[in-house]
């Protein structure tokens, strides 16, 4: 029942270009997307979110991306430091539902 | 900036035994959710409290799982007698009106 799909495991980028980070989901009643970092041992933090009648989302060097007809997000990251370095989960939220649905995630490695 | 705390990092119990991981939630939050990660697995969605009851849980929330606000301050999940498939990272969240849920560092569970 994967319904949040992050197909790449890992991406390795090199400083100062750009990450894309792809999410694809199955299920039409998701109305509210959310894109979390985490670090080994710590919580998930919150990086940038979208509402599902918006198709752009940008804060500093983040930017979400939604194309409903697709059902598909990514996330870019410009430029990419060695701090991104970590993995990042999309989560996606049923209209009148609470609980959010994760991706299995994807390892972002930034290479010097 | 507030952030979702959690105690123990690390807690470690027998099978059969109870244990309760405590949450101190961001102080003027009203929705508290409690999420777990197998090692390997994805996030999943346990429970969401909101007003003194739970609003939302899922399949995985079954009958040896109770969440409690005890005072003003604290949220808890209790496993009444603890599984060896409920050894996993347990992360509280909370968020205000708005639908980002922010999480903190976790609480290792490590049933023997």
């Known amino acids: 029942d994967q319904q949040v799909k992050q197909n790449s495991p890992s991406l390795s980028v090199q400083e100062g270009r750009i990450s894309i980070l792809n999410c694809d989901y199955t299920n039409s009643m998701f109305d509210y997307f959310l894109w979390y970092k985490k670090y080994p041992a710590e919580g998930p933090t919150f990086l940038i979110s979208?509402?599902?009648?918006?198709d752009k989302n940008e804060d500093g060097r983040f930017t979400v991306f939604l194309n409903k007809s697709a059902k598909h997000l990514s996330l870019h990251i410009v430029p990419s430091q060695p701090g991104d370095s970590a993995v990042y989960f999309c989560a996606a939220r049923i209209g009148g539902a609470d609980g959010l649905t994760f991706g299995k995630g994807t390892h972002l490695i930034i290479q010097p | 900036e507030p952030e979702v705390t959690q105690t123990p990092s690390h807690q470690v119990t027998q099978m059969g035994q109870e244990v309760i991981l405590r949450c101190v939630p961001i102080?003027?939050?009203?929705?508290f959710y409690w999420y777990r990660q197998i090692l390997g697995q994805k996030v999943e969605f346990l429970v969401s409290f909101y007003n003194n009851e739970i609003s939302e849980k899922s399949e995985i929330f079954d009958d040896q799982f109770s969440v409690e606000r005890p005072d003003g301050s604290n949220f808890t999940l209790k496993i009444r007698s603890t599984k060896l498939e409920d050894s996993a990272m347990y992360f509280c969240a909370s968020r205000l009106a708005q639908y980002t849920q922010y999480f903190g560092p976790g609480t290792r569970l490590t049933v023997l």
């Open positions: 979208i509402s599902s009648i918006k």
């Open positions: 102080s003027n939050h009203l929705y």
